[in-house]
């Protein structure tokens, strides 16, 4: 029997961890926020349960400011493979007229996100939640157990996590409290990609470079997706060949200048990378522990 | 932001030229834990690793420096430890608490190092990082020498299996790279390494901070001729010494439609093949493999490591926390080396719940036989285990479960202790030996073919799966001395020694069928009464 390569270890790993919830937890589901590590934790999900349906619903939770581009492709994944999807969007931040542009991004990322979230799981009740997070991303989410245990606030505690020996997880949690579980932990970028060419998973659009009009604002490129972006005196749409490395609402969303129209051309553009995908992000800006205080709040 | 350390090899800094990557197919994975005394040097160990290896990215360089200005103890260099101490706590109090993962790879290899805490309160952590690891690197500081952490980490490292170890002399920088420091350390360490069952143990002499000897050979050390740190990492093969049996712990029963009743699960050791004939366990029900589909579709053969879902020729009763194997059987008993994990102390004779493979029930301890002092490796009595404490317990397990030597198989091996008031995990432990092992040809095997009087037997509860020998003639010869009371009793009162011969044989035989008879029926009307509980969460509590 040939060794298991590093990339079918991950996929292992992850399958083992999905089918460990649906087995051990009441009411779980698939927070699905149509990226590409939602794409490979949605595809290694569908495999987990072969020839089954997924035993639990995916949920978007929207914040009316997602590419147009992604909102079609989670319509159409969901279309195409048959599955059970919920899209959440936080109705008094609605009806307040949140966005990232009138209230900023960290207003707006709480409202829309971490409120929406938690709204969310509450309302259907919801005891374990999968997210697509990796460790490689942020130096915070590197701490996070496979099993990130919350309060019934949703709150995260990172000096009271489980500890995690093995693939021993500690399913078993008080009433009202929650789960948040990572089956891609230990996944980097390099290797969602690999996998997504190895498995060709299909994913958004906006990953691969073509000419897009964007604004140069505070050195981000920004989309202008629709007519509600105001551009500020002095700013022009500019057509350039641009990219995206992570996928968020329109207005936090840094591109990159790429040529990258292909797979294999994303593969190697990302092997020569010294940025990180998160500096595309926003949010994560705001002092060094901006990341860990949204997790203890509740953000994902 | 390159300055002074970072600047004498500049041609490991961020310039284009990126190590050529292969094709992922071919890329191996090691995962190996740092672990040493605090201020040893592990976190600044592992940045400078993430460094040399082209894997800090230009917006992680320049939040390092800010960093660095703010909580750094470097002066005017990068302080290397703040690209891997993640939590605010860690960065201000400049010290590791919780396990960090960290990813990187070369050419040939994708690493996963687990960056585990020194200080002692934190060792459970330690422990942690350690069960998943191939390699284990143990870090020394060469003005120290060795420390009562790095005998408690070195003993923690052997439990949990780890058999190839690199002890890493950090801090040669400040000893003047001075090699009769190295071969002093070296000679210390030798002395420890029997009785921890290493296979391999290898020694570097090196300094995280400069960068000697991690990525390449130092210039300060040319007493030196091993490989650096990183060449080792990228060449080591390790072994962790387990069977081949074939072993698969279910996890779920996959049964979208009538005609589809599949068994996943990851396998835990062995290989199995379509036709393979198979043992359920506990129940000791036989099949045969039908068909295999793995993450890439039907296979004709699937081998330790691989997430499966299989089909049996038979319809058997199958549920989570059941094991398939070749052949063995379930238990009841398990001696085990435990690591309290919990501020509330492990007690004998407390209900806890034990998790092993896919299994939980309850369990309680039924021996503590000693602690283990990880400082001198010396067993002494006690009565409890408190936090972070090593000892040798058995356990009884109230519902047979299959379980093997940690030795033999890792998954099936290793088990997790859970207080079902808290739900907090108060206890690891691997399995030193189980009933089934002991009493391996006397009690009933469960396996293929048993026969017609062990199964009675064992359903008349003369034998229970996992009872030990002793245990097993004790409940015989008291079957057979109230067969004899009563033929005693008939021939008191009939007289007649046919008659007393007859009622004696009759108690014998006819008792343990009535018995049998008997339970079938009170498990009819349960099965009725509570039929709406699904097997799963009788044994899992559902995750409530």
New interface residues.
Partial sequence: MKPLTHLQKLEAEAIFILREVAATCEKPVLLYSIGKDSAVLLHLAMKAFAPGKLPFPLLHVDTGWKFREMIEFRDATAKRLGLDLLVHINPEGLAQGIGPQSHGSAVHTDVMKTQGLKQALDKFGFDAAFGGARRDEEKSRAKERVFSLRTPDHRWDPKAQRPEPWALFNTRKAKGESFRVFPLSNWTEADVWDYIAQENIPVVPLYFAKPRPVVVRNGALILRDDERFTLLPGETIETRMVRFRTLGCYPLTGAVESEAATLPGILAEMRASRVSERQGRIIDADGASSMEKKKQEGYF | MRTAALQRQPETG?G?A?AP?PA??????LRFITCGSVDDGKSTLLGRLLWETHSV????AE?LA??SR?FGTTGDTPDLALL??????E?EQGIT???????F?TANR?F?AADTPGHEQYT??M??GA??ADCAVILIDARKGLLAQTRRHSCIVSMIGVRDVIIAINKMDLVGYDEATFRRIEADYRALIPGLGFTTVHFVPLSAREGDNVAKASAMMPWYSGPSLLTLLETIETSTGEDAKFRLPI??V???NAE?R?F???IASG?ICPGDSIVALPSGRTSRIARI?T?SGDAQ?A?????V?LTLADEIDIS?GDVLVASGQATRRVTARLLA?SETAVVPGKPY?I??G?AVTGARLIALHHAIDVHDYTERPAAELAMNALGLATLHIETPIYATRYADC??LG???L?D?LT???VA?GTVEHTAADAGDKKTVQARAGATAFGRIALAAGLIVPGASRDEVMHRISWRIASALLFAGLALAVTGSVTIALGAGFADLVLRPALRVLHDRLWQLGLATRHRPVPP?LGI?????
């Fill in positions: 961020f284009p990126v990557v992922p197919a071919s890329k191996s994975l990215f230009e917006d992680q939040a800010n960093d703010r891997v101490d993640g939590l605010a706590a960065r608490i919780d396990v960090a993962y960290r990813y790879g994708a996963i459970r952590n422990a942690t069960s998943t996890q779920w996959n049964r979208p589809f599949g996943s699960g990851t290989e589909l993450p053969s081998g330790a490591g691989a997430a879902t989570r994990l719940l998790k092993l896919t890792r998954t290793s088990l997790l859970i079902p739900n907090e995990a690891l799963a899992d509590g559902g995750g409530i």
